[in-house]
Nanobody, 125 residues
Framework: QMQLVESGGGSVQAGGSLRLSCEAS????????VGWLRQAPGKEREFVAA????????YYANSVGGRFTISRNNAKNTVYLQMNSLKPEDTAVYYC??????????????????WGQGTQVTVSP
């Protein structure tokens, strides 16, 4: 089973930037699409962004489009989430998760099968 470890979270002021990383354990990492999701206090977990197996296709939630960029380096078994123009409403625990092997772009909660432990992002006004 895929093991995923997130890093790069922290505290930043509104308008600032952070880059999250997610490192995977499997050598077959390039067979899996990957996404980022987040959960704010008192709210349900929500989809943020996803990237296809080879990185050629991406998909974003409306709330982050134009501000966040998802990318991957399969040689390093790593997916990134570059977050710019951060807002206080972006405050959440961010999770990396993989879709089913060989599948396309996971976008719904049911499309994700392996999850990381999460990393906290806090944006102050």
């Amino acid at each position: 089973q895929m093991q995923l470890v997130e890093s790069g979270g922290g505290s930043v002021q509104a308008g600032g930037s952070l880059r999250l990383s997610c490192e995977a354990s499997l050598r077959t990492f390039s067979d899996y699409p990957v996404g980022w999701l987040r959960q704010a206090p008192g709210k349900e977990r929500e989809f943020v962004a996803a990237i296809s197996k080879d990185g050629s296709n991406t998909y974003y939630a409306n709330s982050v489009g134009g501000r966040f960029t998802i990318s991957r380096n399969n040689a390093k078994n790593t997916v990134y989430l570059q977050m710019n123009s951060l807002k206080p409403e972006d405050t959440a625990v961010y999770y990396c998760a993989s879709g089913r092997r060989y599948s396309y772009l996971p976008t719904g909660m049911g499309d994700f099968y392996s999850w990381g432990q999460g990393t906290q992002v806090t944006v102050s006004p």
